[in-house]
């Protein structure tokens, strides 16, 4: 039987030209959709955080939350959600970036994290880094300490770990 990380690696499907012509996409939802396959997803990120003290799981919109989530709710801690902009109803704070396909905002609440809070920020893929460095600068302004960021797949060619601003990253998925 394969491992884990090669049954996660045969999973993941390659759509080409997804959003745009050039970007060759990374699908996890027939992860998502099997259910021994996503708890296993969703144990690694878990022992990734075992013994960090983690007290609150930021997720990036929209597939950070899939996985984020279920991570807050298995350590027991709050989930705070990182949105484009404009769909967060209170008063937010924001953080422009580049993408891979394009240029966005994001924004997280403004009372989202405590001061000193040790954060892990978690989303499903690594690509040039833009997304979650905005993340970075928002959960950093707010006072909460990054202990670590991870991701379920790493695109290691556009070497998106060097944007993080030291942040200390991982990912278990490398293409
Ligand atoms: P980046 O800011 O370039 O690191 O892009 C990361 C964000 O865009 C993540 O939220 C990903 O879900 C999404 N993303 C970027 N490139 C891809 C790709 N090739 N396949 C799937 N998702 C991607």
């Not at 991570?71 to 404009?86: C, D, E, I, T």
């Not at 979650?132 to 797949?153: D, H």
């Given at each position: 039987?394969?491992?884990?990380?090669?049954?996660l690696?045969?999973a993941v499907r390659?759509?080409?030209?997804?959003?745009?012509?050039?970007?060759?996409?990374?699908d996890i939802t027939p992860i998502l959709a099997n259910g021994?396959l996503f708890k296993?997803s969703i144990?690694?990120?878990?022992?990734?955080?075992?013994?960090?003290?983690?007290?609150?799981?930021?997720?990036?919109?929209?597939r950070?939350?899939l996985f984020?989530?279920a991570?807050?709710?298995?350590?027991?801690?709050?989930?705070?959600?990182?949105?484009?902009?404009?769909?967060?109803?209170?008063?937010?704070?924001?953080?422009?970036?580049?993408?891979?396909?394009?240029?966005?905002?994001?924004?997280?609440?403004?009372?989202?994290?405590?001061?000193?809070?040790?954060?892990?920020?978690?989303?499903d893929?690594?690509?040039?880094?833009?997304?979650?460095?905005?993340?970075?600068?928002?959960?950093?302004?707010?006072?909460?300490?990054?202990?670590?960021?991870?991701?379920l797949?790493?695109?290691?060619?556009?070497?998106?770990?060097?944007?993080?601003?030291?942040?200390?990253?991982?990912?278990?998925?490398?293409?």
């Amino acid at each position: 039987m394969p491992d884990t990380i090669t049954q996660l690696r045969e999973a993941v499907r390659d759509v080409p030209d997804f959003p745009m012509p050039g970007i060759l996409f990374k699908d996890i939802t027939p992860i998502l959709a099997n259910g021994a396959l996503f708890k296993r997803s969703i144990d690694l990120f878990l022992d990734a955080c075992s013994g960090k003290g983690i007290e609150k799981v930021v997720g990036i919109d929209a597939r950070g939350f899939l996985f984020g989530s279920a991570v807050a709710y298995q350590l027991g801690v709050g989930f705070v959600p990182v949105r484009k902009k404009g769909k967060l109803p209170y008063r937010t704070d924001s953080s422009a970036y580049k993408l891979e396909y394009g240029e966005a905002t994001v924004e997280m609440h403004v009372d989202a994290i405590e001061p000193g809070e040790k954060v892990v920020l978690i989303d499903d893929l690594l690509a040039t880094g833009g997304t979650s460095a905005a993340a970075v600068k928002l959960i950093r302004k707010m006072g909460g300490e990054l202990v670590e960021a991870q991701f379920l797949i790493e695109l290691e060619f556009l070497a998106g770990g060097a944007n993080l601003q030291g942040v200390p990253f991982r990912s278990f998925l490398k293409y």
